[in-house]
């Protein structure tokens, strides 16, 4: 399916990924200094929201708006053509159906950056409005519950995925991306770590059939903080989240799309089986 692809598909696809990574850049740093000097660590749209008051925060929005939605363009095509080649089985299917849903949530902030660039009203509550919404409908408990798993679950992958090494057979190998690696790994884990909590709110949010439990990073942050030495956990875990921004600024440069690149292509994948096995 890769001839069918789009020629713009690998360049909208970088800018997705760098815009992703300047929203986790903005949301982590400013975490990482509320809690280090003091104040409350803001989740992505409260962050974002601070950049208005920026000289430059309105230009910044709209940067990120249509960069976010170019990742959503990006992960939609992705999964519809298959270009990661996943393949058609179970396994392949659940892949591609969560790079749809991770691409429309992103292009749906991406409207939110783009409404709060244009002074647009961007209130509405969040995740608890639409989790008050869901537990209102018939089975919504079950569906709020069996959504928050789906976002554990997610979460789990990404501590697979850091352990597994997956990523790598989607990074080109270069003497700089190797010495990026770590910090692949700790990206990783930390936003593993977040969405896994995000999940856990949506399930008590579930249990309780009351929204006001679900939240997101916002609300993971003021977890963290509120557990035993929650000061250096929180530091510990908005230093990850900068480091996945780092990992997606890596993705926007060294990333590869397998069915476009062909088998030639080095990637760190090849060069770890080569550490592994020295006569391939």
Request: aromatic residues 10%.
């Amino acid at each position: 399916m890769s001839e069918k692809a789009p020629y713009w598909v690998v360049p909208v696809m970088r800018t997705g990924y760098g815009a992703r990574g300047a929203v986790y850049l903005v949301v982590g740093t400013l975490a990482l200094m509320a809690a280090i000097f003091g104040g409350e660590a803001e989740g992505t749209t409260g962050a974002l929201e601070q950049l208005k008051s920026q000289a430059w925060g309105v230009i910044a929005l709209w940067g990120i708006g249509l960069g976010l939605l170019c990742f959503m363009v990006w992960r939609v095509i992705d999964a519809k053509m298959d270009l990661e080649t996943y393949g058609t089985g179970l396994k392949g299917v659940v892949a591609r159906g969560g790079q749809a849903v991770t691409g429309v949530i992103h292009g749906a902030l991406g409207l939110w950056a783009i409404a709060a660039a244009l002074g647009i009203g961007t209130g509405g509550g969040g995740s608890k409005s639409w989790t008050a919404k869901l537990l209102a409908m018939q089975y919504g408990q079950w569906i709020v519950g069996l959504a928050g798993a789906t976002v554990v679950g997610a979460g789990i992958y990404y501590f697979y995925k850091a352990y597994s090494e997956k990523y790598k057979s989607h990074l080109h190998r270069t003497s700089v991306m190797e010495r990026l690696d770590p910090v692949a790994k700790v990206g990783l884990v930390a936003h593993g770590v977040a969405v896994a909590l995000i999940g856990g709110f949506l399930i008590y949010a579930a249990m309780t059939a009351s929204p006001e439990q679900a939240g997101g990073l916002g609300r993971a942050f003021d977890t963290i903080r509120g557990m035993a030495f929650g000061r250096i956990l929180l530091i510990l875990l908005t230093a990850g989240l900068i480091a996945f921004a780092l990992f997606c600024f890596i993705e926007a440069v060294y990333r590869i799309v397998p069915a476009r690149a062909g088998p030639d292509v080095k990637t760190l994948a090849k060069r770890a089986e080569r550490k592994a096995d020295p006569r391939t």
